[in-house]
């Protein structure tokens, strides 16, 4: 038979191992609590880290876009002076050609003036 004392025991025992077996369970739930909150949370900064490079990767398009505008501008601008040299150059060498045409015909006039006067 069991007396007062060896009963207290008991129970006490197994008030320990249902403790003991609720504080495990409960420390596994935790801990897979833990593990989906921090896997969670690392899903949420790869995402932020995601939208943030392709935020920067569409900034540097638009900037690549800007250069590629920019340096076309400027090819055109240097296509638009160089057309305008040559023209100025050709313009030149028209009026020097002509002025050259001049006195080559004077020249010749003055040949001829003095061509009749040795005659």
């Not at 069991?2 to 935790?30: A, P, T």
């Not at 790869?46 to 935020?55: A, G, V």
């Amino acid at each position: 038979m069991v007396d007062e004392s060896g009963y207290s025991q008991i129970v006490q025992q197994v008030r320990d191992k249902e403790f003991e077996k609720e504080l495990k369970r409960r420390e596994k739930d935790y801990k897979e609590r833990n593990e989906k909150d921090v896997q969670l949370a690392k899903m949420e900064q790869k995402n932020e880290y995601e939208k943030l490079i392709s935020s920067r990767e569409a900034e540097l398009v638009k900037k690549d876009k800007e250069i590629e505008q920019l340096k076309a501008q400027i090819s055109g601008s240097d296509k638009e002076k160089q057309l305008a040299v040559s023209e100025t150059v050709n313009q030149k060498e028209k009026e020097r050609e002509i002025a050259l045409g001049k006195k080559n015909d004077e020249l010749a006039d003055k040949d001829r003036i003095i061509a009749q006067l040795k005659a």
